[in-house]
């Protein structure tokens, strides 16, 4: 009865009593324990979600559920987003024991939609990692291959999703950090716009970059999350109302018979030969079916990842200032004050993190500024000039959202350039404030999912839902 579930089949299911909210929510909780443990998805199950469940049921029998439209629905929630009251710690010893104030906007107009919070997800230490090893809370494992990594940084929300321990969840994308790891698990994971959905309540990793994302098993699920957490918000200024001047357009009239595709250019030599294999084969689906297929080329996208590892260090550097041991989590004393701030970084901080820092303010220093930051961002500027011109001749970009499937636990650990690569594909879109889709697109020999990605203009989230659709009848 539980299988192959959607938000759509859950809510009509509940609303004519063909199970109870409760039952729903005890099919997952019996799912995580038995799963969980060798997969490490989740760092908390909540102890409330079955007194939200029976809350919820009541709702539906007298009637008061019927314009929710999350009502019953089980979310999982990365460990960076806020949830009042409950622990959130970014997968770090240095919030080990916070708790959250108040609810982030995304999670504030879920819960008003009436979801279940199931329980917070793994990830790597704030946010920096394509592997969610860098966690301060053990690796999470892909569900597909236990000796092979999530993905990440929410690698812990795509493993929930794919070993059906939730229908849907929340991530948070810097540099690909909700697609890689769901092309990772075989399922669907949005970047939204920059300033689609609010950042308020989420823990900052670099600013200018930051969004919280949903993760689920199909596009419609992706897209009724989205349409739930999006618009302005008083609490963030970067926030941007997704019914702007940019939504005016002609896209109803030409869609779905003819988009135009862009194919990305890129050098095949540095992706799996099945990546490029299930890339070649989409085009074809998508030019059968009556869309205007063509190479489409950026000349700067190849500076995205040095850019993207130039500009986010440095919005690190000065956003991970405030762990302090003053004002939040650890605290480690020294001698004085100063030795305070020195043991609590010390003992707080990963070994990434503190590259990181390290980098970041290197790069912000006296002398170096202009070479690098400065640099970085007239690049970013190239990039994004990049796109708009691209996006004048097609409607989508279609591109592999990593160069091969999931790798092996501690494959790339010690070689953090490696590692970087991993965002190869979905740095740019980071870098230029696109939206972008990774979905599934098959499995490889190995029995491995991978995922392919598309890539739309600014707010156009409509395009990337409608084609997301249309590619999951390929696969």
Sequence with gaps: MFSNLTISKVRSMLLKGDFSCKELVSYY??????????????????????????????????????????????????????????????????????RAAYDATAIKKIREAGAIFIGRTNMDEFA????????????????HDLSRVAGGSSGGSAAAVAMDGCLA?????????????????????LNPTYGAVSRSGLIAMASSFDQIGPMAKTAEDAEIIFN?????????????????DVDEDVDEERWPEKPRIGVLKYDKKNADEEVNAAL????????KSGCRVEEI?????GYSVPCYYVLVPAEVSSNLARFDGVKYGLLKEGENLIGDYMETRAAGFGREVKRRIMLGTYVLSAGYYDAYYAKAQKTRELIKKDFKGAFRKVDLILSPTSPSP??????????????????????????????????PAGVISAGLPIGLQYTAPWFKENRLFKIAKKHEGYF
């Design 29 to 98: 909780i019996k799912n995580i324990k038995e799963k969980n443990p060798g997969i490490n998805a989740y760092l908390e199950v909540f102890d409330d979600a079955m007194e939200e469940a029976e809350k919820i049921d009541e709702e539906i029998k007298s009637g008061r559920a019927k314009n929710k439209p999350l009502a019953g629905v089980p979310i999982a929630v990365k460990d960076n987003i806020l949830i009042r009251g409950k622990k959130c710690t970014a997968g770090s010893k240095m919030l080990e024991n916070y």
């Design 128 to 143: 920096m990692g394509a592997s969610t090893e860098n966690s301060a809370y053990g690796v999470t494992k892909n569900p």
């Design 169 to 189: 969840a929340l991530g948070s994308d810097t540099g690909g950090s909700i697609r890689q790891p769901a092309g990772f698990c075989g399922i669907v994971g």
């Design 228 to 244: 739930i957490i999006k618009g302005r918000d008083q609490m963030d200024s970067t926030s941007a109302s997704s019914t702007s």
């Design 280 to 287: 070649e084969k989409t085009a074809a689906a998508l030019e």
């Design 297 to 301: 080329e950026l000349p700067n996208i």
């Design 406 to 439: 999931a790798f092996k636990i501690g494959e790339k650990a010690s070689d953090p350039l490696k590692m970087y690569l991993e965002d190869i594909f979905t740095a740019p879109a980071k870098i230029a404030g696109l939206p972008a889709i990774a979905v």
